[in-house]
């Protein structure tokens, strides 16, 4: 299957940084890429949506300008959580759409995020 | 928008025995139906996904049905061994591309050995 990658893997900030993570598709081009975030014990809650050459689209209640989203080719993609704070700690997971019929969605390994 | 609801949250069962897990979607034009289990701490991988043109698929253990008329799939593992044991997650999409997943809450599934 096709492989995403996410960097870096966990990163531990002080309140107030900002942080960057880094999705990547290796052996295919993904139009549109999706940020989710996750907090323990619960489900995957879609942040955004990301197209390639053009501006994300949030999901209601996702802050745009904290959480700033660049699909600046079709094998990247960049979330940046600007002035971090604990509450903003989570498991961070992006994912890729294959295209084509299929058009299945693969998913990063995620970073984790502690803002102390 | 699409509500994917998802039961039960968690499960238990003993190992050999079957485990299923059903969901409702609301959405209509929804016709791609994925499930994917996600082991602490990892990403979430796909074991099985189902269109709306089918109404079961099997992946030698795993199953997936769909119900169109009545909205809900469901996932069947059976002969569950102690790996099994996961949060699975199933989700909802129209597939007219760009459109998003929608997921369910997930189940915890533990298989007793």
């Known amino acids: 299957g096709a492989v995403v990658s996410q960097h870096p893997s966990w990163v531990i900030c002080k309140s107030g940084t900002s942080v960057k993570i880094e999705c990547r598709s290796l052996?295919?081009?993904?139009?549109?890429m999706f940020w989710y975030r996750q907090f323990p014990k619960q489900s995957l809650m879609l942040m955004a949506t990301s197209n390639e050459g053009s501006k994300a689209t949030y999901e209601q209640g996702v802050e745009k300008d904290k959480f700033l989203i660049n699909h600046a080719s079709l094998t990247l993609s960049t979330l940046t959580v600007t002035s971090a704070h604990p509450e903003d700690s989570s498991f961070y997971i992006c994912?890729?759409?294959?295209?084509?019929?299929?058009?299945?969605?693969?998913f990063g390994p995620g970073t984790r995020l502690t803002v102390l | 928008g699409e509500n994917v609801e998802q039961h039960p949250s968690t499960l238990s069962v003993q190992e050999g025995d079957s485990a299923v897990i059903k969901c409702t979607y609301s959405d209509s034009a929804s016709n791609y139906f994925p499930w994917y289990k996600q082991e602490l701490g990892k990403r979430p991988q796909l074991i099985i996904d189902i269109r709306s043109n089918v109404g079961e698929k099997k992946d030698q253990r795993i199953a997936v049905t769909l119900n169109k008329t009545a909205k809900h799939f469901s996932l069947h593992i059976t002969e569950t061994q102690p790996e099994d044991s996961a949060v699975y997650f199933c989700?909802?999409?129209?597939?007219?591309?760009?459109?998003?997943?929608?997921f369910g809450t997930g189940t915890r599934l533990t298989i007793i050995p």
């Open positions: 052996d295919f081009q993904a139009t549109t």
């Open positions: 989700a909802a999409r129209s597939n007219f591309g760009n459109e998003k997943l929608t």
């Open positions: 994912s890729a759409e294959s295209g084509g019929f299929y058009n299945e969605q693969f």
